[in-house]
């Protein structure tokens, strides 16, 4: 590079430095438009001389070039994702500025500014879109960081507000982005018609959906905060209680408890126990199992069996001798009578004769079923009558109060 | 009806006076997280005068009961409360103590992982630490006589695992995960905060302040 040309160089970027903050100001706050008034003639003389601003006509206010605005914009990228929705509204004012322009030039035929609008418009459309999905994404920063780059819970709380409050802005922004608004600008002009119709809500619809998504995970987060700033409190409130009153014992004797609330509202433990059914068929293999598994630790467990020892029956073991059933006795003696010495027996008078212990239904009922159970040859041998009332209602039933006992030959 | 093995399991836990949260008993919180499993519970245990509710977070499902002023259910929501009133201030001792250890700001949530070994550390290099630790044990829930900060720590948390409030991660042993037994401890210190009118504290300077 010749020397004359670094100093140029040298010499525009001094003119930057110089005027750096009157630049920066013109960029952030005026979409870079410098007004003409006689407090800026020598920022507009210096920025001439470099060829960093223009204007169509001697009304226009000064503009930044696009060459000094792309060098801006890097260096203002944070600043800029800080005030995203000022800048992008200020953008589009600007730009709907610039569409009416090109209207006008198009109906006056004014060939070369509309050259020139064409050259600027598409470029601002551009950088418009840029800039939107930039500040849409920009607010993923601070999801991922949870912003723990701050280290009181207070701060980081009202950081959390002051960017959920922007992002909440921003969004309002882009729905004030219209498709009929879009159509209405590109009037008819093709390349018009592809930025605003097509690329432009394109971006704008994966921002929205960018931008909701930050604004979900921040209100998440932020309640989270709260949250956890309530704990802080309250484990705070405890120690400083603890401290100062050594043995602190809250109680709830006053509380009441019909309207108790669910914090304390917890129900004692209830156990819950079952036994198996032995009685259950469908359980009878499993329970099978489960024993043979019981008895077969029990035989791993058993101590070594002990050396048999003889046990000595010196003795004999005590007999028990079964009493012969007096009843029975006494039936058998009936069927004797009836049987080998051919007389009749009524039940009822032989109950009474013999002084039995039983109640007469009973006694009635072992006759006639003992009789009945006899050999085949013995029970031929005997007949039996029952005597009795025969209900009224079913004359085939009897109510019976005696049996008779009579042998065969003899009825 | 077909029996549902995790459904008897959720039920005899909550029967049996355990919290069921998603880290403790992942499975059984599933199926409560099922509206028409905690109908069906709700329609068991309407009988016995209980009823399924949640922490305030949500997190976490226990059994209370449907008419707490009758006899039985008073005297054991009395009963209650006079066990964990005896257990707050160890707790909070050891909420402070962890908060201490990790430089945290919060005390713990559920779900939160902590591992026994990196605080064992962090306990061992701080005297300060040590000597909150050796305080924690000398009585009340965490009582005990072990006579260094190893032994002391791990009794600790054997302790808050015993009582539902930790869970061992993996089979080393040295890993915890918060349950949600704590969103229950923080909901009643609430209730009592309230209830008794607790001052709230000043406000602490968390960047000024370093361990005792």
Known sequence: MSRGKTGSAKSALKALGSYGEEILKAFLQANGRIEDVPENDALIQVLKKHRMIWRLDDADSYQIRNVVTRLLDHITESHRRHSAHEHIAGQWAYLQDRFDAYRIAINNGLVEDRRNLEDEIPERILELIEDIRQAATGFNQYVTSEFAYINNLELRIRENDRVLRRAHALNVLFDSFSINEMAQLSIGEPFLEKLLQKHLPGALEKSRKDLGHALFQLRKLLSRLQEEQKMVKLLSTFEGVYANNPGFMPDIEDVDLSRCPDSINAAAPFLIGGYADLLDPDGENVLSDLANGLRKDKSEERAPDSPRVPIDMSQEPDREVMQPDPIQEAIAQLIIMVTEEGMSVGAKHSRTVMDLDIDLPSWLQMISTDVSALPEELRDAITMEYRGVNDERYPDNMYVNDVILRPVHAS | ?212
Not at chain 2, 67 to 96: G, T, Y
Not at chain 2, 153 to 170: A, C, N, P, Q
């Open chain 2, 1 to 212: 009806m077909s029996s549902n093995p995790t459904f008897e399991s959720a039920f005899a836990l909550l029967m049996a006076g355990e919290i069921i949260c998603e880290h403790r008993f992942p499975q059984e919180f599933n199926l409560m997280c099922m509206d028409d499993q905690v109908q069906r519970m709700n329609y068991m245990l309407s009988a016995l005068n209980r009823r399924i509710r949640t922490t305030q977070d949500n997190a976490s499902f226990l059994v209370a009961y449907i008419d707490p002023s009758a006899a039985s259910a008073r005297a054991s929501i009395k009963s209650q409360f006079s066990r964990v009133i005896n257990q707050i201030e160890p707790l909070v001792k050891w909420l402070r103590l962890v908060m201490d250890v990790s430089g945290s700001e919060r005390p713990i949530v559920p779900g939160e992982v902590i591992s026994e070994s990196k605080m064992q550390t962090h306990i061992e290099q701080v005297p300060a630490l040590e000597a909150k630790l050796e305080s924690l044990v000398k009585n009340g829930l965490f009582n005990s006589r072990q006579s260094d900060s190893k032994g002391r720590l791990s009794f600790v948390m054997g302790k808050l695992v015993d009582e539902g409030y930790l869970t061992r991660i993996g089979s080393a042993g040295s890993q915890y995960r918060a349950t949600g037994k704590w969103s229950w401890l923080y909901d009643t210190m609430s209730f009592i905060s309230a209830h008794e009118d607790l001052p709230e504290p000043e406000q602490r300077d968390a960047q000024m302040e370093f361990p005792e």
